[in-house]
Structure formats: structure tokens, C-alpha cells
């Protein structure tokens, strides 16, 4: 699993502004499949889907990605 650590961060934000996995992808617009399949790092995240997120959760990009390279 190639993006682990960005799928740890994802899911203790999410949990940390007490989301749940389908409350966010709600949100979001997106598929509860999706939400899950990033949160494990299964999924190539997508840098816009990345902003949305962090957007919801009231985060900044940079705080979500760690400053993860890849993603830019």
C-alpha cells in the first residue's frame, strides 16, 4: 500500500471531527467505496478530492498531505 501514511491521516481527521465514514463521503459527493478504498490506501488519491476533504474537515492541505510531494 503505497499511500499509508496519507490514509492514516485521512481517517484520524475524520474521525477527529467526529465524521463518520459515510457522514463525510455524503458531504463530499462521493461513494462510501471511495472514502473507504482511500482511507486504507488502496486508491491514488486525487490532489482535488484531497482539497474537498480538507475543506470539510476545516483543515489545510498541507496538514492533511504532511507536505507529501506526490500530491502536489
Do not use: C, H, N, W
Not at 23 to 48: F, Q, Y
Amino acid at each position: 500500500m503505497e499511500y499509508d501514511q496519507l490514509a492514516q491521516r485521512v481517517r484520524a481527521f475524520r474521525k477527529l471531527k467526529g465524521y463518520t465514514q459515510l457522514e463525510l463521503a455524503s458531504a463530499l459527493d462521493i461513494s462510501v467505496a471511495v472514502l473507504g478504498s482511500l482511507e486504507r490506501g488502496t486508491r491514488k488519491p486525487d490532489p482535488k478530492l484531497l482539497e474537498r476533504i480538507s475543506e470539510q474537515l476545516g483543515i489545510s492541505y498541507e496538514e492533511l498531505t504532511a507536505g507529501d510531494s506526490r500530491l502536489s
